[in-house]
């Protein structure tokens, strides 16, 4: 088989690898694929645009046959989606080692890039599509409820209710934000140009209703806003024409932002355009296209820094867009600040970050198990309490079971132990995978996102996430991978990606209980060398050697 078809991980015990370490590669590889998370499965895309988990079909078989037949002590090379080595190894190093979208600093466009891509050599990998731990929108549920909950706190006096946010994107992770708004408290307006993916997110109770038009869409927000009550509407329109019309008309909207997909213009509709044409238009004429696409995001961004200037709380949500409205010339692009500036930094400071975990055995009750076992082990944190009984009633599984958490140094190796203790005693039906998000404390630098505005102006330096992929390597991961370009697109980020397995045995616990402090440790070493002093107060606090500061 070489072609387009369903693809779901295996559940249950049996395994057709040779053992667990290769089965959790070959089981999230699958599982990333899977209809009920991918959002376009038969191109191998999973989120973000074009982010994919595997370059084409005969790669991606190439893989599955190379893990199920891989030994304890070999390690399958990744280019870009495809296979392309097996090395003999040792058992602590990694069963697969990941590169993807990786270009020359010169040659770091989109349109090399593009050429690249259509001369069958490389993919675009986003940051958990082609390292294998995307876990469905709930993946950035947390986080963008964290985000918003900082929004409440510093602007609202720590809930949204009685507020309407208005935004566009309810793709892949865009469809986070109307759940977390009113998981929040607050009402949720919410753009896109695409019917199904409006559809999708009422079908996975993140979006609350359609409504017919933008006269109904506002009347609907305005009413529950009045009444203090939360909801989230979707609306069918281009944001590039919306918000300039809702600022126009003097919409009462009190935060504003944005996750259409930015990062790629051929994946943002042009004004003008219809969305049944953007595919093949996008197709033909790829430069003409992203004119119009960057011309489009120069109003929508324009619309945005007038909502600012109106007194509302805007943030770029790290999808590149002021950064295109620049290049199309708009001058004020840069006004409203990004998220991790504004809200997410202290958090990285501490090596907080989008730790995530998945159950291999396809059982809802093992992450139910976890979830009582993070409640137990993190007794003293309220937010944390709140946000796992709120995930266990109001998040729709989407493929392998899994939960996110935001966990930090010192943190994440006891839930990681925990968890393998769970394995080997049969708490748990069969091993865990626990990885993050790439967007995490000390894996990346993105200018426009994670490293925005660093405080020693170290934001392009890419040391960081090389480091700490190596790091992981040599800590015992089971997978690293290091990729360009996620999130914000090309030429812009460069970044890494750890996966652990949890299989119950002692030689994991040993590979977790260091990989799970090295890993957030990095954020911690980032932030001390840029000038944090919460940084440096947690190496002190914690023991996180860092030799500058040892006489
Ligand atoms: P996606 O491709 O799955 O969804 C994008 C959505 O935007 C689609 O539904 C599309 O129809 C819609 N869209 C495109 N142009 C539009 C327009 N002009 N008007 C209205 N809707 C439009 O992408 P995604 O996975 O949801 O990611 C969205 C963006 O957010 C990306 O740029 C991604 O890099 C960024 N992102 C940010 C974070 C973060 O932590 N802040 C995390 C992940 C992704």
């Not at 072609?3 to 699958?30: C, D, F, H, K, Y």
């Not at 097996?86 to 593009?114: K, Y």
């Not at 009190?254 to 943002?268: C, E, F, G, I, K």
């Not at 000390?442 to 660093?454: D, I, K, L």
């Amino acid at each position: 088989m070489t072609g387009p078809r369903p693809v779901r991980a295996p559940r249950g015990t049996e395994i057709s690898a040779r053992g667990w370490q290769q089965e959790a590669a070959l089981r999230m590889l699958q599982n990333n694929l899977d209809p009920e998370v991918a959002e376009h499965p038969d191109k191998l895309v999973v989120y973000g645009g074009t982010g994919k988990a595997a370059r084409d079909w005969p790669s991606f078989d190439a893989m599955v046959r190379t893990l199920r037949g891989l030994k304890q002590d070999e390690t399958m090379l990744v280019q870009s989606g495809r296979p392309v080595g097996v090395m003999q190894t040792h058992e602590w190093a990694p069963r697969v080692l990941i590169a993807n979208s990786n270009l020359v600093g010169d040659w770091a466009t989109w349109e090399e890039f593009r050429r690249l891509e259509a001369l069958g050599l490389t993919m675009y990998g986003q940051m958990t599509a082609g390292s294998w731990i995307y876990i469905g929108t709930q993946g950035i549920l947390q986080g963008t409820y964290e985000t918003f909950a900082a929004v409440a706190a510093k602007r609202f006096g720590g809930s949204l209710a009685g507020t309407i946010t208005l935004t566009a994107g309810l793709g892949g992770m865009g469809g986070a934000q109307p759940l977390a708004v009113t998981m929040n408290g607050g009402v949720a307006l919410c753009v896109d140009c695409d019917p199904r993916a409006i559809d999708r997110r009422i079908e996975h109770r993140y979006l609350d209703v359609r409504a017919d038009d933008l006269d109904h869409a506002l009347r609907l927000a305005t009413e529950a806003r009045d009444a203090r009550r939360p909801l989230s509407v979707g609306v069918l329109g281009n944001a590039a024409e919306v918000l300039p019309h809702l600022l126009a008309m003097g919409a009462p909207i009190d935060v504003v932002t944005d996750q259409t997909s930015a990062h790629d213009p051929l994946a943002y509709l042009p004004l003008g355009v219809d969305f049944a044409d953007m595919a093949d238009y996008a197709a033909a004429k790829p430069a003409e296209f992203t004119e119009r696409a960057r011309t489009s995001m120069a109003r929508h961004v324009e619309a945005m820094v007038g909502f600012q200037d109106a007194g509302a709380e805007v943030f770029d949500y790290g999808n590149s867009i002021r950064g295109e409205a620049k290049l199309a010339g708009y001058p004020r692009a840069f006004d409203f600040p990004g998220f991790v500036p504004a809200y997410i930094r202290p958090l990285f400071c501490e090596g907080k970050g989008p730790f995530r975990w998945a159950a291999l055995s396809g059982d809802p009750a093992d992450i139910h198990a976890t979830d009582r076992a993070i409640l137990d082990l993190f007794p003293e944190n309220e937010s944390l309490a709140r946000w796992i009984r709120l995930a266990g009633e109001r998040v729709h599984f989407q493929g392998l079971p899994a939960r996110i958490c935001w966990l930090g140094y010192g943190e994440r190796d006891k839930a990681g132990e925990r968890f393998n203790e769970m394995v080997a005693d049969g708490t748990l039906k069969a091993p865990v995978v626990i990885g993050r998000d790439h967007l995490d404390c000390g894996s990346v630098a993105s200018p426009y996102r994670e490293t925005e505005a660093m405080r020693d102006g170290s934001d392009a330096i890419a040391d960081w996430p090389l480091l700490n992929a190596m790091v992981n390597v040599a800590s015992g991961a089971s997978w690293v991978s290091i990729h360009h370009g996620g999130g914000v697109g090309i030429g812009r980020s460069i970044h890494a990606g750890q996966v652990t397995v949890a299989d119950g045995t002692p030689l994991a616990a040993e590979k977790i209980r260091r990989v799970l402090t090295n890993d957030p440790g990095m954020g911690v070493i980032r932030h001390v060398d840029a000038g944090y002093e919460e940084a440096a107060d947690v190496a002190d606090r914690r023991g996180v050697r860092v030799p500058m500061r040892e006489t």
